[in-house]
């Protein structure tokens, strides 16, 4: 468990590492998240659900309620029970008598739905949490991309300005140049889009919190840090916690709840009346007493009970099944950040320096005029392309890592 804790601190912490030149109008992953809890409305409306919730729950509690009646007999009418001479006015108060426990099923019942609210808010607030974890990552991407188009722009320039020099010395014709230039104008291009993709990036993560004009255009943090693989025995332990099979518990009680809601109207309720009797003809009072009970409650109550006990064992079923894809998509997201590890180690301590120092030979030579420009451009078109590569190694393995953090419910800010 302290491996994992660990793994998850330096999962989280590459998004708030400082950058070695900070600019203006950042943002870091801590305030994106607080942005979000802050001002997303699904967030907000748990508050309105949880009194929803605590009103139901208050409504489940009270007894049936009492009727007061009254009944007038034998007038008006006509001879010698004309008027209301002969008239009997009864004043009266019923009610129910519940049995069979129903109003603590009812109770029962409200209660499990109180509480799944909860989980239900924690499942929702990671899945959020997630997505803005997505959505920095894909701004941290689009910086990385500008910073590797300006890297390739300032290589294409020297190439350009070497070619322009082996031109004016006649040692190159100068449709090398003009090649060269057109390489410069191409990287230019690319850079640009790469900075109207970042400034798209900001604006999308933004609308997270529905924030439409935001303040920052540029996140902290450092795409290319992926910490140690966690071992996928501890991550099926984790997610045998997490949200998603959690709230089978909360489903369990609830339904549960209904099987005895159902039971309890087996055994019938029992309704009665009392009150007293004006006798006008005799001027005399009469207490009235009434008590009914319905008949054929365990047979209409059967159906009831099968249907819930019928739901009660499908979630077992339910459970298990949501379990299988919880672990098929833990493993195909372990083999992804595994992957992309061993990747960016390959690439970070054997292919990407064997490249640049393949470039600066072939600078040299080209200067030194025992190469040509094309198999000086066609190393530093390599080099730029396995930045990329290293760059998408790190994004994947950082997508596998997020979706990781959101299945097992950890948290994502770092501790």
């Not at 950042?26 to 942005?35: G, H, K, Q, S």
């Not at 609210?117 to 941290?140: H, I, K, M, P, S």
Request: charged share 25%; aromatic share 6%.
């Amino acid at each position: 468990m302290r491996f994992f804790m660990a793994a998850l601190a330096a999962a989280t912490c590459f998004l708030c590492a400082p950058l070695a030149a900070q600019e203006s109008r950042t943002l870091t992953l801590d305030e994106a998240f607080a942005r979000l809890i802050a001002r997303h409305p699904d967030l907000a409306r748990y508050r309105y659900l949880r009194d929803g919730a605590q009103a139901a729950f208050e409504e489940a509690a009270q007894r049936p309620a009492f009727t007061a009646g009254l009944e007038i007999e034998n007038a008006p009418g006509n001879g010698a029970a004309a008027g209301f001479d002969q008239a009997e006015t009864t004043l009266s108060l019923a009610s129910v008598l519940e049995r069979g426990g129903k109003r603590a099923a009812r109770q029962a019942v409200a209660h499990a739905q109180m509480q799944a609210l909860t989980l239900q808010e924690e499942a929702r607030r990671l899945d959020l949490l997630a997505e803005v974890a997505r959505r920095y990552l894909d701004l941290l991407a689009a910086q990385s991309l500008v910073q590797i188009s300006e890297a390739d722009l300032a290589q294409r320039e020297r190439v350009a300005n070497a070619s322009a020099q082996r031109v004016r010395a006649g040692a190159s014709p100068d449709s090398i140049r003009l090649t060269a230039e057109a390489a410069v104008a191409r990287m230019r291009l690319e850079r640009e889009r790469a900075v109207a993709d970042m400034r798209f990036a900001a604006r999308r993560l933004a609308a997270l919190w529905n924030d439409r004009a935001p303040d920052f255009n540029r996140a902290t943090g450092d795409p290319l840090l992926l910490p140690m693989v966690p071992s996928l025995e501890s991550l099926q332990a984790l997610v045998d916690r997490s949200p998603e099979l959690r709230r089978f518990a909360d489903e369990s009680r609830i339904r549960e709840a209904r099987v005895q809601l159902a039971k309890s109207a087996r055994l019938p309720d029992i309704q009665w009346q009392a009150g007293i009797r004006r006798l006008e003809e005799t001027n005399n009072w009469a207490a009235v007493v009434g008590v009914s009970v319905p008949l054929g409650s365990t047979r209409r109550a059967g159906p009831s009970v099968r249907a819930a006990e019928a739901e009660v064992a499908a979630l077992a079923l339910e459970r298990e099944s949501e379990e299988i894809s919880l672990y098929e998509t833990l493993t195909d997201a372990h083999s992804r950040l595994s992957a992309a590890s061993l990747e960016l180690t390959m690439t970070r301590t054997d292919l990407l320096p064997r490249l640049q120092q393949a470039e600066q030979a072939a600078e040299r030579a080209y200067r030194a005029g025992a190469s040509s420009y094309l198999e000086w451009a066609q190393v530093q078109s390599e080099v730029a392309s396995v930045r990329r590569e290293e760059l998408q190694s790190a994004l994947e393995g950082h997508r596998a890592l997020i979706e990781i953090q959101r299945l097992t419910g950890e948290s994502f800010l770092a501790p």
